[in-house]
């Protein structure tokens, strides 16, 4: 079925086909850099989830600091897991 021709020269049709085709393409770029940020692996803002991009722009977190004694007693709580697991692996 072919459309009007009058339909292909209303302005506002061809406005909204305008918009939506740039936002398309913008959703294009954003993956492609992804994509090209996956293949040069760094990690950046441009790896980020699509929802998170379009809300305005991404501060990288800030890793945070152990201080000596937390890493002392998180290692001493991760050991004391790996034991009781091997013991109770020995006995079965």
Same mark, same amino acid.
């Given at each position: ?11 506002? +049709? +061809?406005?909204? $086909?305008?918009? =939506?085709?740039? +936002? ?8 492609? @850099?992804?994509?090209? =940020?996956? +293949?040069? =692996?760094?990690?950046? $803002?441009?790896?980020?989830? $699509? *929802?998170? @991009?379009?809300?305005?722009?991404? %501060?990288?977190?800030?890793? /945070?600091?152990? *201080?000596?004694?937390? /890493? ?7 050991? %004391? ?12």
């Amino acid at each position: 079925m072919a459309r009007p021709s009058s339909a292909m020269t209303d302005p506002a +049709l +061809l406005t909204a $086909a305008l918009e =939506g085709l740039e +936002l398309q393409r913008k959703r294009i770029d954003d993956q492609i @850099s992804t994509v090209r =940020g996956m +293949l040069s =692996g760094r990690k950046s $803002a441009a790896t980020a989830p $699509a *929802s998170a @991009s379009t809300s305005g722009p991404v %501060k990288a977190r800030r890793k /945070r600091v152990l *201080s000596e004694e937390a /890493r002392l007693r998180i290692a001493a709580a991760q050991k %004391k897991r790996w034991a009781a697991f091997r013991k109770g692996k020995k006995t079965e």
